[in-house]
């Protein structure tokens, strides 16, 4: 089947992925819905929720500190770290990710479209053009604080989208031209659950593209996959293998 997989990828002339949790969890980030998922420890409705962070800041920044903030520990995966490759050598196009832990740009892509936003910016929700990158937001986060505004002395909020607010628009769009621009569309690490990440595929799919779906768990779209496999590892190292090969 990986055989197979690497043929239809050398044969596309448009190839996108879509990366959801599941391309992280080889990294050693817990994904949200599995068995051992960040939902199954955390309340994740109140982590991510906006009026929550607007009421108490300290729910977020109590529980990512250990999940988005220490992820400069973590290593890009082979998920990624093939993704990269193949971008690199021009089988594959644009790279869509619902994941907010930055390890595709780390790994090498470029053409990525984060369509729940990135932590890698983080402002002020009250005083225009108030902002703090990343890494200075993580270590104070990592002391167990929260990264304030200098001018009210507010919470700092992470460029992440939660629950309340809307995507960013720009790169919505652009995941969904992308995605109807396909003719191969890779899914992977996502049971396509959550939308409107998850229409995605839909979109490729209503374009003519075919889809190769890369995925423990079971998707509302297998059934229309021109390829299913379920372990994400034995999927990408048989593809660096394959390349390795020429």
């Not at 959801?20 to 199954?40: N, Q, V």
């Not at 994740?44 to 988005?68: H, L, N, Q, T, V």
């Not at 890494?135 to 460029?159: F, H, M, S, T, V």
Request: net charge negative; hydrophobic share 45%; with cysteine.
């Amino acid at each position: 089947m990986i055989e197979k997989m690497f043929d239809m990828i050398r044969e596309a002339k448009y190839a996108v992925a879509l990366t959801g949790a599941g391309a992280s969890t080889l990294s050693g980030i817990p994904d949200f819905r599995g068995k051992d998922g960040l939902y199954s420890k955390v309340d994740a409705e109140k982590i991510f929720d906006i009026e929550w962070f607007k009421r108490d800041p300290s729910i977020y920044y109590g529980a990512a500190s250990e999940f988005i903030y220490n992820v400069n520990e973590k290593k890009p995966s082979i998920a990624h770290t093939v993704l990269a490759d193949l971008e690199s050598l021009g089988f594959l196009k644009a790279l869509i990710t619902q994941n907010i832990d930055m390890l595709h740009t780390r790994a090498g892509s470029k053409n990525v479209i984060e369509i729940h936003g990135s932590p890698k910016n983080h402002y002020c929700l009250k005083c225009p053009r108030v902002e703090m990158g990343f890494d200075e937001a993580a270590e104070i986060a990592r002391r167990g604080e929260a990264p304030r505004c200098p001018k009210c002395g507010a919470a700092l909020k992470p460029a992440i989208t939660f629950f309340g607010e809307a995507l960013p628009q720009r790169a919505l769009q652009q995941a969904v031209e992308e995605a109807s621009r396909a003719d191969l569309m890779l899914v992977i690490g996502t049971s396509l659950t959550v939308y409107p990440a998850a229409a995605m595929p839909e979109y490729a799919l209503r374009g003519g593209a075919r889809l190769i779906i890369v995925n423990a768990q079971p998707t509302g779209l297998d059934d229309y996959a021109a390829l299913r496999i379920e372990d994400i590892a034995q999927a990408f190292e048989g593809l660096r293998d394959l390349l390795a090969q020429g």
